[in-house]
């Protein structure tokens, strides 16, 4: 069995950062591709950010091109999102996800995913 546990979220100001990250543990492969999610009360989830196996293939949404940033630690088996410049409309609760293969190309459907985190609150305050 996969887990992921998601960390880093909490209360921001507009403008400031927070980095969250995605810990695996359990029968899982370090290469999997990852993403983060995030869902807004009344929205549908959507992708933010992806990131192929080896970390050579990234994703951004438009909403979040130029703030956002993935990345991966395959040897802690960890994925991180470094968001900066926090706006008020990217409060929502983040989830990470990971597709069971490696992979080259990185998933923005949610469906693409087998394995999900619980999530994590982000607000951000204006």
């Known amino acids: 069995q996969v887990q992921l546990v998601e960390s880093g979220g909490g209360l921001v100001q507009a403008g400031g950062s927070l980095r969250l990250s995605c810990a695996a543990s359990g029968r899982i492969i370090s290469t999997y591709p990852m993403g983060w999610f995030r869902q807004a009360p009344g929205k549908e989830r959507e992708c933010v950010a992806a990131?192929?196996?080896?970390?050579?293939?990234?994703y951004y949404a438009d909403s979040v091109k130029g703030r956002f940033t993935i990345s991966r630690d395959n040897g802690k088996i960890t994925a991180y999102l470094q968001m900066n410049s926090l706006k008020p409309e990217d409060t929502a609760v983040y989830y990470c996800?990971?597709?069971?293969?490696?992979?080259?190309?990185?998933?923005?459907?949610?469906?693409?995913?087998?394995?999900w985190g619980q999530g994590t609150q982000v607000t951000v305050s204006s």
């Open positions: 990131i192929s196996s080896g970390g050579g293939s990234t």
């Open positions: 996800a990971a597709r069971a293969e490696f992979s080259n190309k990185y998933y923005i459907e949610k469906n693409s995913y087998n394995y």
